[in-house]
């Protein structure tokens, strides 16, 4: 039987939470389950390692002293180059039926970006990149900020502008916000990140098997 276009057509799916919820971590177990099904996956992040990416990264640690509105702006021109760039831009890898995972997409720059300026604003900044592409699936990891601060805070020694405990919090609730504002164009698994690895793995596994559209009998619970 011909594949429908739909079916051909590739898939798009986002991690999203604040930092230590587990996004790398379960990104490379999903990509080794799928993989072990015998299917292929593009694994990628943002900000990118591009150009602009590196200079977002370079403000991100205090190198360079910028505006957040100058920021948010650059994240959403990160996102673009992401998307469309000649080389290995995400739109054209859907188009040819790939799958693509990213750890963060628009909804890390809504609840960021959300603390310093009006969250419409940040919306309308990177409706150019939704109209190109919207996740299938943005899988929100939901984990404890204090929890989180305690496993970051063991493994790093410099900490970025954003890995404060505080700040931590109000950007869960903002994502939160965001999803709720957003829950009639955007299809949102929050998924528990204060189980263990093995379970929160096995919720998302769920999630993404139902999106990338194989029987879930197949799945290896
Ligand atoms: P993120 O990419 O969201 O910043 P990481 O995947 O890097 O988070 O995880 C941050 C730290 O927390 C790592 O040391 C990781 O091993 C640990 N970790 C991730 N998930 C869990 C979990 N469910 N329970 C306990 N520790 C975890």
Redesign the pocket.
Known sequence: MEKSDEQQRGRFIVFE??????????IQMISKRIQALNLKVYTTFEPTAGPIGSLIRQMLSGKIKTDQRTLALLFAADRMDHLINDENGIRRKIDTGELVIC?RYYFSSYAYHAQYMDMEWVIDANSLNAGILRPDLTVF?D?DPEK?FE??K??RSEFEMYEKIDIMKNVRINYLKAFEHLKNYERIAVID?????AH?GDAIFHEVMKTINLASEKADF
């Open positions: 939470g604040i930092d230590g919820s587990g996004k790398s971590t379960q750890d990891i984990a989180c496993r970051i063991n493994n990140g204060n189980d263990s690895m929160v």
